[in-house]
């Protein structure tokens, strides 16, 4: 049962436009979620989170939003380069039964964006 | 910065070979992951510590254990490789604390092949 799901298994862009990246999820007790990129035969790199108590954060050219109501988070990336080429996975994260952390992240299956020049 | 390192980037083994992957990160984190990383298969956990000599099994421990002796260090074994566990391995590790310190870093991968 995926608990956070990636729908589009791929993404292609032109150089300079907007590129969406969405992430679905069912677990109503996550409320930290996660980007990270990955290129190949490199480990995943944290990129940016939203907490629950928010409905978007930026950075840069980087823009996560978070709709929980339909549990919906998503990635803009304005504009989108070459060097964004990777692949995209969504994570997040939830409380343990007690309150604390639970430790874990639980991933989707990634998105892989392909910025075309 | 979190700095979190492999032994190594490549490895060989045959079938029935020990295998030891160390990972070590430098930023006192509390939490140790290891992953594998499969095409369409996203990021599976295979077994977490979140203290020293503590271990709790992920998604997928059969065929692997771990060892966290020291609070920096954490080795996963593969006790009789298999052909089964040729991937790409993944460290990580995160403070700890609900919320932004449950982001996790991670290591450059180890692309393991067994013959």
């Known amino acids: 049962d995926q608990q956070v799901k990636q729908n589009s298994p791929s993404l292609s862009v032109q150089e300079g436009r907007i590129s969406i990246l969405n992430c679905d999820y069912t677990?109503?007790?996550?409320?930290?979620f996660l980007w990270y990129k990955k290129y190949p035969a490199e480990g995943p790199t944290f990129l940016i989170s939203i907490s629950s108590i928010k409905d978007k954060n930026e950075d840069g050219r980087f823009t996560v939003f978070l709709n929980k109501s339909a549990k919906h988070l998503s990635l803009h990336i304005v504009p989108s380069q070459p060097g964004d080429s990777a692949v995209y996975f969504c994570a997040a994260s939830g409380s343990s039964i007690s309150g604390g952390s639970n430790y874990k992240l639980t991933f989707g299956k990634g998105t892989l964006l392909t910025v075309n020049p | 910065d979190v700095k979190v390192t492999q032994s190594s980037r490549y490895l060989v083994k045959r079938t029935g070979e020990k295998v030891f992957l160390e990972c070590v990160q430098d930023m006192d984190h509390e939490n140790m992951f290891w992953y594998r990383q499969d095409p369409g298969l996203g990021l599976r956990l295979i077994y977490f510590s979140y203290d020293v000599k503590m271990k709790e099994k992920g998604d997928i421990p059969e065929g692997y254990s771990v060892s966290r002796e020291k609070k920096e260090r954490f080795s996963l074994i593969l006790e009789s490789a298999s052909t089964n566990q040729t991937s790409m391995y993944l460290c990580?590790?995160?403070?700890?604390?609900?919320?932004?310190?449950?982001?996790?870093?991670f290591g450059p991968g180890t692309r393991l092949l067994v013959l």
């Open positions: 990580a590790s995160s403070f700890g604390d609900r919320g932004s310190g449950e982001t996790q870093y």
């Open positions: 677990n109503s007790m996550f409320d930290y």
